[in-house]
């Protein structure tokens, strides 16, 4: 056995999760936070949901990654940005992949029974869904939205924890959440655009083409005015307004700069999403 085997395994099956890129497991626990901070207790007395749902978010989003990659091996050979995946150049076989998927959803079942009955229910009603959509991108140009579903059921998680049901205000964010999600992918989306088309993959940058950028500001658009909604709800304070409009107009200015067929801009303005993120999770902590 080689002296590097050992870590070049490793390396290969941090690579297969992602691992050197956590915004996709903070884009998982942000709503989730979002959901978090609308409650009426303080922060401080459910710390330890901050950290579990973290845990969990990053988990289920490798085991994610694992199962996208398993579906998607023959179409990931396909495109430039996915083709040095490790399936794809098999510096992780199929076996090694299922086994690490297996240890990794039986961490997250770890961290599933800390909550109860009720939400642990509504989190195994998602499954399907984390199943099904590496393979909307076959059948429909709205992947995204499946996506958007999946990414924000911890909103819902959450609601059933600490409220017992699933409450208005908490599907009216779950559903504004899932507009910035649309945002957001279809951003990713337009990165491999050019080679989406030439291998029949559908998706909303497909979909969209050239008027992109007008349907994802039209995404973020809604998904702030939720937002503000929600922190009015919470907090009855017109400042809360006046923040996310001049929030808005930053977005539509630094939007207006997204190129839609430079690779590296999109995968620039996807990241920034992060930021986004933390000013949304801010916001609601504070209002």
């Known amino acids: 056995m080689s002296t590097y085997s ?36 303080s922060s401080l007395d459910i710390i330890k949901w901050y950290l579990l749902l973290l845990v969990g978010s990053f988990l289920m989003r490798s085991a994610g990654c694992i199962i996208n990659d ?9 495109i430039k940005r996915t083709s040095k995946r490790p399936l794809v150049i098999k510096s992780v076989t199929i076996f090694e992949a299922i086994i690490f998927l297996t240890l990794l959803l039986m961490l997250s079942l770890l961290v599933l029974i800390q909550f109860n009955l009720n939400a642990i229910i509504i989190s195994l009603l998602s499954m399907p869904l984390v199943i099904l959509y590496p393979y ?31 409450s208005t205000s908490f599907i009216v964010l779950f559903i504004g959440c899932i507009f910035w999600t649309l945002g957001y992918d279809t951003i990713y989306a337009y ?47 017109i400042a809360s307004i006046f923040i996310l409009i001049i929030f808005l107009i930053a977005m539509i200015y630094f939007l207006n700069k997204w ?29």
């Not at 890129?21 to 009426?40: D, E, R, T």
């Not at 076959?138 to 609601?159: A, D, E, K, M």
């Open 70 to 78: 398993l579906v998607d091996i023959k179409l990931d050979k396909k």
């Open 136 to 166: 909307m991108k076959r059948f429909t140009h709205w992947p995204q939205l499946i996506l958007g579903i999946v990414f924000n059921w911890g909103i819902l998680i959450v609601s059933m924890q600490f409220i017992g049901y699933l």
């Open 6 to 41: 050992i870590p070049s395994k490793i390396k290969s099956l941090l690579d297969l999760i992602r691992f050197d890129k956590p915004i996709g497991s903070m884009l998982l626990v942000w709503p989730c936070w979002f959901a978090l901070a609308s409650l009426p207790i």
């Open 191 to 237: 990165q491999d655009k050019e080679d989406d088309i030439k291998n029949n993959i559908k998706s909303t940058a497909v979909l969209f083409g050239n008027k992109g950028k007008k349907y994802v500001l039209l995404f973020y658009l809604i998904f702030l005015i939720i937002l503000g909604y929600i922190g009015f709800q919470i907090s009855g304070s």
């Open 259 to 287: 190129n839609l067929e430079s690779r590296g801009s999109s995968s620039n303005y996807f990241r920034l999403n992060n930021l986004i993120g933390l000013f949304s999770f801010i916001y609601l902590i504070v209002f």
